[in-house]
């Protein structure tokens, strides 16, 4: 079992850049064929993919997104992180962290329960 | 991006019904599709992948066909716990992409 988590502020003015870190207890970060990736679903509607990072650092965004969106990792702290700038309403969303396994077809085997995050001033 | 078309979008049944759900995606994607279970308020939950494979621990009554471009999620049983929007997703290029969901309701 690994337990994602997310944390963050779960309100963010427009304009302004959301940020967002997930936890990867269990050394996982750094092992295994696995992407770390970022998915949203804005309330009452379905999922976005919003991009991966690698724990070498290696990233794939999603064009729509992908002039605002930084992902980083830091394995030390076991953390990979969103940055999403310029913000609007539309982007108010559940955001989830997951992790994919790309051993054989990539799938999102892990998921953190999710970070409600709301644009508004 | 490629496209994928679930249908239908919502659907009533009642318990130990067998349904089926469809996923049809714009381009082949040969067997490069995940179906994913969401409860109101959870994270999506991985059911299938590689189209037909089960993923540890889901129950066997469910069940994945189809490759290229028609797939299909079976529950032969449909149990309380079961009702649920379910997701099919692609995984052979990005950005991946879902489908829009289908909703499960009770009759």
């Known amino acids: 079992q690994v337990l994602l988590q997310e944390s963050g502020p779960g309100l963010v003015k427009p304009s302004e850049t959301l940020s967002l870190t997930c936890n990867v207890p269990g050394g996982f970060l750094s092992s295994g064929p696995y992407y770390w990736s970022w998915i949203r679903q804005p309330p009452g509607k379905g999922l976005e993919w919003i991009g991966y990072i690698h724990y070498t650092g290696s990233t794939n965004y999603n064009p729509s997104l992908k002039s605002r969106v930084t992902m980083s990792v830091d394995t030390s702290k076991s953390q990979f992180s969103l940055k999403l700038s310029s913000v609007t309403a539309a982007d108010t969303a559940v955001y989830y962290c997951?992790?994919?396994?790309?051993?054989?077809?990539?799938?999102?085997?892990?998921w953190g329960q999710g970070a409600l995050v709301t644009v508004s001033s | 991006d490629i496209q994928m078309t679930q249908s239908p979008s919502s659907l009533s049944a009642s318990v130990g019904d067998r349904v089926t759900i469809t996923c049809r995606a714009s381009q082949n994607i040969r067997t490069y599709l995940n179906w994913y279970q969401q409860k109101p308020g959870k994270a999506p939950n991985l059911l299938i992948y590689a189209a037909s494979t089960l993923q540890s621990g889901v129950p066997s009554r469910f069940s994945g066909s189809g490759s290229g471009t028609d797939f299909t999620l079976a529950i032969s049983s449909l149990q309380p716990e079961d009702f649920a929007t379910y997701y099919c997703q692609q995984s052979i290029g990005t950005p991946w992409t879902f489908g829009q969901g289908t909703k499960v309701e009770i009759k």
């Open positions: 997951a992790r994919v396994n790309y051993g054989g077809p990539p799938r999102g085997d892990y």
